[in-house]
């Protein structure tokens, strides 16, 4: 009993993984494939410079991280996966949930997506080689669980959420998706305050995602299960970024989901 609490510690873990990456360093390795080597590398940089945040130039104001936390994050990156772990208390997770949402965001933006799956459990204290029962857990829940562009939670964090009270505190961050499923809600949560230049997203961000999420719905006509990651992910960004709810002038839905039957109806009348 006393090996086990030399090599292990109670923390939360994620596991992420970069969709389509294969697909990306095919890209990457032809000859007009120079942008495509650069998204892969920006993207790989944004996750690997997490411990940075406070000095990222794509900082909010509403993500400062304290310290402690940063003392407490750590951040592995190996190819087209990523390890973070913090400590267990309420605060920490919260600072780890906001973080993940806007690098979810910010490489959403870049035209990279992400799926991953998050835990609570035993991990090695090792914090350059992570391995134990919630990494293999965090994975699994990621392979299983996530399906689409999203971070699911793990039965037994959803359980830790419940007991400690968390669930409804955490309602901006995370919610239960149409599939039972809980998951982090990025979008849901960066537009609860409009999109603005000092919010986690910005209007140009906001376009160059509405730009991604339009080409490649245009372009994946060959691939049933790609698009319908891309269908739902478009579906979840026009849901919150309606100008009807963010309150802006500028339309940041995607062309297949930027009229409702209200909009319809609507334009039907003013005709």
């Known amino acids: 009993m006393n090996g086990l609490y030399e090599v292990f510690e109670e923390r939360i873990v994620l596991f992420v993984d970069i969709l389509g990456f294969s697909e990306l360093v095919a890209r990457a390795s032809l000859p007009d494939g120079g942008e495509f080597a650069k998204k892969i590398q920006r993207s790989l940089n944004v996750t690997e410079n997490m411990k940075l945040y406070n000095s990222d130039k794509h900082q909010s104001k509403r993500m400062k991280l304290t310290e402690e936390v940063l003392r407490s994050i750590n951040v592995v990156v190996f190819s087209d996966s990523i390890v973070v772990t913090i400590e267990t208390e309420k605060e ?4 780890l949930m906001k973080l993940i949402c806007s690098r979810y965001l910010l490489m959403l933006s870049m035209g990279v997506l992400i799926r991953g799956g998050v835990t609570i459990g035993k991990i090695s204290k090792d914090k350059n080689t992570p391995w134990g029962p919630a990494f293999n857990e965090a994975y699994k829940t990621e392979i299983s669980l996530a399906q689409f562009p999203r971070v699911v939670f793990a039965k037994k964090l959803v359980k830790h959420m ?7 505190e955490f309602e901006q961050l995370c919610s239960r998706d149409d599939d039972g499923v809980y998951s982090l809600t990025p979008i849901k949560w960066a537009t609860e305050k409009g999109i603005a230049d000092e919010n986690v997203l910005t209007p140009s961000m906001a376009l160059n995602i509405k730009s991604f999420l339009d080409t490649e719905y245009e372009r994946i006509v060959d691939n049933p299960a790609v698009f319908k990651k891309i269908k739902w992910i ?24 930027k009229y409702d039957l209200v909009d319809i109806f609507t334009n039907a009348l003013d005709f």
């Not at 419940?162 to 409804?168: E, I, K, Q, S």
């Not at 478009?234 to 963010?246: G, L, M, N, T």
């Open 92 to 95: 920490q997770f919260e600072s």
């Open 162 to 168: 419940r007991t400690n009270g968390w669930l409804p």
């Open 234 to 257: 478009c579906s979840k960004w026009d849901k919150y970024v309606d100008p009807k709810k963010v309150g802006e002038d500028t339309e940041y839905r995607t062309e297949h989901g």
